[in-house]
């Protein structure tokens, strides 16, 4: 089985590219530093409920889209 952090940056990932954003545009809308959103991305950072809900915020998606899969 896929590491949970994996699968999320994965779901973060494609929700972003399906906007055509950058990195830097979601850190933007997101209130994160670019390098955690790299972070994130790659499945290297074990992430708190707040991070999950400030990326889906974002994203304008229900928390639970960035969860798919695990």
Known sequence: MEEPKKIVGANVRAQRKDRDWTQERLAIEAGMHLNEVGRVERG???????????????????????????
């Open 44 to 70: 290297v950072r074990d992430m708190q409920v707040s991070t999950v809900a400030k990326l889906a915020k974002a994203l304008g998606i229900p928390a639970m889209e960035l969860l798919r899969g695990i």
